[in-house]
Nanobody, 121 residues
Framework: QVHLVESGGGLVQAGGSLRLSCAAS????????MGWHRQAPGKQRELIAT???????NYADSVKGRFTISRDNAKNTVLLQMSSLRTEDTAVYYC???????????????WGQGTQVTVSS
């Protein structure tokens, strides 16, 4: 079993900052890519940032230059530093990870439960 738990969401004014954290736990042998997705009301879930085990990152155009993804491989955690927040960043944010567990022979995709981020004007 693998569990991903997000924290750090909340209410912030436009222009402000928030930092999201996601910790993976369980029978983990290895974690490949980790990422953050978000889903706004009435919209499809959107991939916004990814980071490989080696530290290579990619961002959606909508967050590039404002959000920074990082990870601590020793702690199996991934962070999302969000700055210059806009009202359109309001969404439920989910972390995801490609995990190889002790019982598996291939990597599986795991998701957190989501954390709400609300940006007020």
């Amino acid at each position: 079993q693998v569990h991903l738990v997000e924290s750090g969401g909340g209410l912030v004014q436009a222009g402000g900052s928030l930092r999201l954290s996601c910790a993976a736990s369980g029978s983990i042998l290895s974690i490949n890519a980790m990422g953050w997705h978000r889903q706004a009301p009435g919209k499809q879930r959107e991939l916004i940032a990814t980071i490989t085990s080696g530290g290579s990152t990619n961002y959606a155009d909508s967050v590039k230059g404002r959000f920074t993804i990082s990870r601590d491989n020793a702690k199996n955690t991934v962070l999302l530093q969000m700055s210059s927040l806009r009202t359109e960043d309001t969404a439920v944010y989910y972390c995801a990870a490609e995990v190889l567990t002790m019982r598996a022979t291939t990597y599986g995709n795991y998701w957190g439960q989501g954390t709400q981020v609300t940006v007020s004007s």
